[in-house]
């Protein structure tokens, strides 16, 4: 499955727009999180577990919409956009959010 944030992919033609697929992800944030990230905050420098959760949402997102475009018959997402967002009472949960175009190319 090719994926791309453009809104065609070079050298294939789409033959068919099969719809909006989307992938949303919600993760939850533990307390050592929050304190390594307080840390960082005061000294400066990069929050390791953030990012690996951030990661893995952006690549469970990408895999659920992945999985959708297949099963509406797409071979292709075109024009993909990922959003990210703390949700929860206190912001402790972190949200993936992907959404594309599935299109059948040749």
């Given at each position: 499955?090719?994926?791309?944030?453009?809104?065609?992919?070079?050298?294939?033609?789409?033959?068919?727009y099969k719809?909006?697929?989307?992938?949303?992800?919600?993760?939850?944030?533990n307390?050592?999180?929050?304190?390594?990230?307080?840390?960082?905050?005061?000294?400066?420098?990069?929050?390791?577990?953030?990012?690996?959760?951030?990661?893995?949402?952006?690549?469970?997102?990408?895999?659920?919409?992945?999985?959708?475009?297949?099963?509406?018959?797409?071979?292709?997402?075109?024009?993909?956009?990922?959003?990210?967002?703390?949700?929860?009472?206190?912001?402790?949960?972190?949200l993936?959010?992907?959404?594309?175009?599935?299109?059948?190319?040749?």
């Amino acid at each position: 499955m090719i994926v791309v944030t453009t809104p065609s992919i070079q050298g294939k033609d789409i033959r068919a727009y099969k719809g909006l697929v989307t992938g949303d992800i919600v993760v939850g944030v533990n307390f050592l999180k929050d304190w390594e990230a307080g840390i960082k905050d005061a000294l400066g420098g990069r929050v390791g577990g953030y990012e690996k959760d951030l990661q893995e949402a952006k690549r469970l997102a990408l895999a659920q919409m992945t999985e959708q475009a297949e099963n509406i018959g797409a071979n292709a997402i075109v024009g993909v956009n990922f959003q990210y967002a703390a949700v929860g009472q206190h912001g402790t949960m972190l949200l993936a959010s992907a959404v594309g175009t599935a299109v059948v190319i040749d």
